[in-house]
């Protein structure tokens, strides 16, 4: 049975409302924190030195890739930065932020569009973004374990056990990176979340246990995209200003 | 339209005290508020400014109804409990969806008009009523519980917590009408079932007995893949049930889960050649 | 100014008159009989005062406390009633309400679960056991969706926004009923042989109520204009425990599962004042005694500032309180700022429930109108003289489910008889009629009964009090006969208010009258100038009759019960199969 609403709102138009609140005041955060982000990270991205200093590689660089055939004066995050990449442009809170921010799919709720249409996740688009985001999530799982790996080698300064504040900028950032990944929507289905009767499902107990955690996680899954984007950013930055001398790492242990 | 009342207007008829304002809680103030009211299928519709008297701790339907019983009689408007709990009286205040008898008027700048206007996404019968019998259609569609038969009658309360939280739904379509892919939908537009119809289908689905399967029938009769996660519905939600996280972002992914996991489907080639 | 109309006539054989839980549970068992099914929807489906409900659904399953069985639960109601319930309802009611719960739980609704994966229960004043069956505090949402989605899975056809004014008779019997459609003001016609009335209770005679708009006793008026009887009319249920600040949301419902679960009422000393009204029950009393006992803590000074008593929870841990009573913290802090786990509530005694109602055959629901039943609030009978807490829910699912079955078997062995032009038309000048009318606005009106009928046939009365009152209502009922509506036949409230209040004069002076003649004190019946039982008005009930143009209202004896019920209701049943 099709049954088709026709709605009643009046003509479009960009952020026409009558809220009074400062509705525009979020999407503009959201766009001057992706601006400062991917201005930045293009950036480094380009760079092909100063990528790593002493035990410390850059998130943006591991896992470390560079075949024999590739030429020298072009940068290595390629290789990697298409999984973080996809796998937040998929990510449903970063749909949330920039549906919202850039695409004005809306600016803030009941405030109208640009386009009287739906424009939003509509046809291929709307198939494909959860399907590609549980692809971009089992790899994301293994850049994960990578940029752990870099973490444990942070803490071995030529072959002895130390720690610096670059070790700990590593070990935050992770963490950071671990709380935003292991949050995932997906996982949290994937665990335990697509059973539906826990105490009835074959390993119940524990799929509860699972969920139950990650559901924590992705509860607060706005924040640790957040945190984690400016972590994996200033990460790179220390480890960079290190690298050129501009900073000096200072060891602790 | 507008008239300013005294408070022995206000009290009129030798009644012992008014049902909005009596005496411990009335104040000298005067409050405006500005109603979008009009004819079936108007859509601009007409604002008429009222002067209302306020009291502590008012909600805007009291205003509403206020203004019916004083100064409009024949205000069309929807309301039932008054208690926030049956979800009659939603409206757009101030340009944000909200249920009226919830919404406290000193949370407001007194000083400016408060705009109260019907829902937006659907036709308007007569001021502030709109015409929701869409959603009671798209409401028949959805596959009733189906008691499972081949498991014992027992369940935990961790089993019934995320079914439960669907089933808090009171039915008052905000989150109908404040999603843009209904909101801006034309007649051309593919079916959207929209979030609280997302919500009853998970509480189905998350029910520890039930044994109907939905996906299919919510990736495609109901459109579930149109939703770009603007967590609009879960904003303006009075239950604060988290629509957008705990329905549609979990159906979403069942859909993936069913039909489209690449190590599922791997796993399961393997099992079907054995 | 008037629309011309154009009628329109619908067929069914059991049209159902409300869609709260009473009636959604007649529709779907009239239909599962084979009957045609037509429900009357005053508001839109799913918004019915059922949904206000709160604590739970009272029903002896055991699953809490296995002592538990329906001789318990038919011994407390019996009790809690003070004696004067319809006795075989009471039975029915206890025997068959465990059943309606696995009804319920097979259409797919989701109550609490204990520990050991059953249904979980609590306890509620009156009731020996933990007996009513829950979702935190928002168990009548459970219920009226749980029969909604019910109702829709079998396709029941629903009339939403649609009011009826009068039912039509043909020899005497039922054999349809008139009424309009809200959304375009349009007359509607429905014949059917069986019509059940659900249609709630009456609370907005009152000014201070917890009832919805909707409880304008219209269900009450439309049986007794067509000649059916009331019953109890006298038994008021002022729920102990309504919000009382701010104003706006004054009568607004205290769950009575806050004390259920362990909540504390205090004066402004300190006190708690219970340990003087019922020492061994204390909080958990029934409500009329606890309501008995705010209004007198409150008349004697020791109120609390916006003259209330103290209701606090706030002694039990944050996390509970909000996973038990979510709805009255949310309520609480949305409207009065107050945050329940840590700061007392102000409460006192709110307008809820009516005991009173049409006069039912015990079995069948049937009325002394062939055709006409009557199930739920707007029917008398099994509470008595004070319903127990939790009991309405199960009360409207058994004798719902009764009223539909017996209204389906009377309808498919009745002959479907058209009503006569003259009967429609007639009905149909008399919905129009507040257009022609001259009179005043019918929401002062409105606001003037209520005030009054709260200050003279409020919690206490006396002999003065009611002359008065009754005075007050004739000359109400006389303005209200021509109070005026302005504006179009659509959608407008004047007009439906016009209507309500001819209803609500009606059947306020059938209160007046039965509270006059019941010279005692009984359950939520409580006269200051008789303040004891009187024995002889324990052996039956005050009935109410109407010939259309006087009420008339006179004792009428209960037939005597069973030995083995008798036994049941005044010695505490055996615990049965104990350990």
Sequence with gaps: MKQTLTAHVGAPGFGKTERRDAWWLEPLLVVLGFATFVAYS????????????????????SPYIRPDWWPANWSTAFFVLWI?????????????????S??????????????????????????????????????????????????????????????????????????LLSFFTLGCHALRSLVGGNARCFSCAPGGNARYGMWSFVSKLTQRHKLWAWFSLFSVGLTDLYIRLCAMGVLHDIRIV | MSETVTSTQVHGGG???????????ATNQHIQVRINRGEAGEIEGRWEEFTVPLAKGMVVLDTVLWVQAHQANDLAARWNCKAAKCGSCSAEINGKPRLMCKTRVEDFNLAEPILIQPLQTFKRIKDLVTDVSWNYRINATIKPFTPRQDREWKWFQHDADRAQEMRKCIECFLCQDVCHVLRYQTEEKPQFAGPRYFVRTAGLDFHPMDGAERLEQLADEHGLGLCNITYCCSEVCPEHIAITHNAIIPEKERVVDEFHDPVKKFIRKIQKKK | MTTTTTSQIHEADVLIIGAGGAGLRAAIEAAAQGARVAVICKSLLGKAHTIVAEGGIAAAVGSVDPRDNWKVHFHDTMQGGKFVNNWRMAQLHAQESPEEIRNLELWGALFDRTEKGGVMQRLFGGHTYKRLVHVGDRTGLELIRTLQDKAVAERIQVFMETTITKLLKHDGKI???????????????????????????????????????????????LAFRAGAELMDMEFIQFHPTGMVWPHSVRGILVTESVRGEGGHLTNSLGERFMERYDKERMELSTRDVVARAIYTEVKEGRGSPHGGAYLSIAHLPADFVKRKLPSMHEQFLAFAKVDITKEPMEVYPTTHYHMGGIRVDGDSTATNVPGLFAAGESAAGLHGANRLGGNSLSDLLVFGARAGRYAAQYALGAEHITPSAEEIA??????????????????????????MMMSEVGVYRVEEKLKNALNQIRDLQER?????????????????????????????????????????SRGAHSRVDFPNYDANLQKGNMVARYDGQNVTVAFVEQPPMPQELHDLTYNKPEVAAAA
């Design chain 1, 42 to 61: 293009t950036w480094a991205a380009f760079q092909v030195s100063n990528y790593s200093y002493g035990p410390y590689l850059s998130p943006f660089f």
């Design chain 1, 84 to 100: 973080p990449g996809g796998f937040r442009a998929s990510c449903y809170y970063y749909r949330r932020a920039y549906w919202r």
């Design chain 1, 102 to 175: 850039l695409f004005a799919s809306p600016s803030a709720c009941a405030v109208s569009e640009p386009k009287r249409d739906y424009t939003g996740e509509t046809g291929t688009i709307a198939r494909w973004l959860p399907i590609l985001h549980r692809w971009f999530l089992y790899l994301s799982l293994i850049v994960l374990v990578w940029l752990w790996i870099d973490v444990v080698k942070a803490f071995d300064f030529d072959g002895h056990f130390g720690i610096g504040v670059g070790t700990l900028v590593m070990l935050i950032n992770v963490a």
């Design chain 2, 15 to 25: 009644a012992t005290a008014d049902q909005i304002v009596s005496v411990d809680s």
């Design chain 3, 175 to 221: 054999c349809g009923a008139a009424g309009y459609v809200r959304e375009t003001g349009r007359f509607i016609v429905f014949k059917a042989p069986a019509v059940v009335i659900a249609a709630g209770g009456s609370g907005r005679i009152y000014s201070v109520t917890s009832n919805s708009w909707e409880g304008t006793a219209d269900g009450q008026a």
């Design chain 3, 426 to 451: 007639l009905a149909e000048h008399e919905a129009q009629a507040p257009f022609e009318a001259t009179g005043e606005n019918p929401f002062a009106l409105q606001e003037e009964m209520q005030n």
């Design chain 3, 480 to 520: 209200a006969a021509n109070v005026r509506a302005t504006g179009s036949v659509m959608y407008n409230p004047v007009w439906h208010t016009a209507l309500d209040v001819k209803n609500m004069a009606l059947i306020a002076e059938t209160i007046a009258q039965s509270a006059h003649l019941r010279t005692e």
